[in-house]
């Protein structure tokens, strides 16, 4: 396919793509999400399910999307109405804008959160000396009905400007300033956690597996859901991406790059957190609340802690925006080609309605306090078990059916860069049988049918 004819947006350089990826799987996924996950799920045992959940079904899901992105050189539904048209897989693509919707519109809460705290520390750091310490004031400040959404609306504002200037100057531009920057902070913060005492603990419990934990199927469902989370699996982030590839650009070292990164980004994330949780005698397993509530209490313990806070919270904000800017660029690239809208019309409609159904997630915590959407879970909760445990999932199996049973075999191998090698059918081979049964498996028992 000529490149040169789509009159689609491309990627200035490999590099640059790759960046984007990244940018796109680093975020608060990464560090909020995995952090607390991490700590309700076991430590070392959920570590090495995760990791295996990211060889074995990660990077054959993610190679799945890079390669229908580039081949289709299309949106999320264009690429399977091209590739299949006139079959129903185009509900893949519909799945994946849903998911895009879903999770910015309550990743954007979290993220102004993470914006709150930053500006916070940059003026001094939040007040949180007084009775309740850390905790009243994250209760205070969350709950509370318009400032959550005021740091809501400034994280959407910017992902929104990054998408509207467009792929080369906005997405791979703002990715090449944020991925070096990030990797340079978490490994600095990472090296001064290990400094503080927690060290032996935090080790031993993020890479020593308990055995026994192994008996418990919410382990497994958590470690699928945060490899899917924080790959950008089965949302159709990573198809949008590929869609901006050049054909010349070769697609298994990408897609290994982006994991390994990823994957080592999560690890120092742990080796962040975890010293620091340990060093001051808290629980790791403190929930969604470890990075808003027990850190700002540590970094009140430190001599140098507005710093370490301050270097945190950017860490954790500047990560969000390039997740969210993947997400945004989703559901924009869809409107785009299907209404004939211009990239600066689309991006900021749809962010705002993404934006607007962002709200509930934030007043769940304040007003809507009162409301459970499934089982017993809070608005913001509700709406992340729907994306992370539903959609992701069913949007991941469907795509690796597609490349491994809906697509022809040795267009699919072709369009790969595989070649037909042992690799290319072995990966045929792993989307048509082990990747989709063990994502039924974990799908089912995480809906309670299993």
């Not at 200035?12 to 793509?17: C, E, I, M, V, W």
């Not at 913001?380 to 445990?389: E, G, K, P, R, V």
């Amino acid at each position: 396919m000529n490149d040169l004819n789509t009159g689609r947006e491309q990627w200035g350089s490999r590099l640059g793509f790759i960046l984007a990826a990244m940018g796109s799987a680093v975020g608060l996924g990464n560090i909020w999400r995995f952090a607390y996950v991490a700590g309700e799920s076991g430590g070392g045992t959920f570590l090495l399910l995760y990791i295996l959940c990211i060889i074995a079904i990660g990077i054959p899901i993610l190679m799945a999307e890079f390669t229908i992105g580039r081949r289709a050189k299309s949106d999320v539904v264009g690429s399977f109405e091209t590739l299949a048209p006139g079959t129903p897989w185009f509900v893949t693509g519909f799945l994946g804008v849903a998911s895009a919707f879903i999770i910015l519109s309550f990743y954007g809460v979290v993220a102004g959160w993470a914006f709150h705290y930053f500006i916070q520390y940059v003026l001094g750091g939040p007040a949180i000396g007084g009775e309740g310490g850390s905790e009243s004031y994250f209760i205070e400040f969350h709950t509370s009905t318009y400032s959550p959404l005021i740091w809501q609306s400034i994280f959407m504002i910017l992902t929104i400007g990054i998408v509207y200037v467009g792929v080369k100057k906005g997405i791979e531009k703002s990715n090449k300033i944020l991925m070096p920057l990030l990797a340079i902070l978490v490994i600095l913060l990472a090296g001064y956690s290990l400094t503080l005492g927690g060290a032996q603990e935090a080790l031993s419990f993020l890479f020593s597996p308990d055995w026994s934990s192994l008996r418990d199927p919410n382990v497994y469902l958590a470690a699928l859901g945060q490899a899917f989370f924080s790959l950008s699996l089965g949302m159709g982030a990573l198809i949008t991406y590929g869609s901006y590839l050049s054909s010349k650009d070769k697609l298994p070292g990408a897609a290994v790059s982006v994991v390994t990164l990823d994957t080592l980004f999560a690890i120092l994330a742990g080796l962040m957190i975890f010293p620091a949780v340990f060093a001051f005698g808290n629980a790791p397993n403190s929930g969604p609340g470890l990075v808003f509530i027990t850190l700002p209490d540590i970094f009140n313990s430190l001599s140098l802690g507005v710093v370490f806070g301050t270097l945190f919270f950017f860490l954790l904000s500047a990560a969000a925006i390039s997740s969210g800017v993947s997400l945004l660029e989703v559901a924009v690239a869809y409107f785009m080609r299907k209404f004939s809208w211009s990239r600066k019309k689309a991006a900021i409609i749809i962010g705002g309605i993404i934006f607007l159904i962002g709200i509930p997630s934030s007043l769940g915590y304040g007003a809507l306090n009162h409301v459970t959407l499934i089982g017993d879970r809070d608005i913001l909760d509700s709406m992340d078990f729907i994306a992370s445990n539903i959609f992701l999932p069913l949007g991941g199996l469907l795509i690796a059916l597609f490349v491994g049973v809906g697509w022809n075999k040795a267009e699919a191998i072709e369009a790969s860069d595989f070649g037909n090698t042992w690799i290319g059918h072995a990966w045929i081979l792993i989307l048509r049988t082990i990747a989709p049964v063990a994502i039924l498996i974990i799908f089912l028992s995480s809906i309670g049918l299993f």
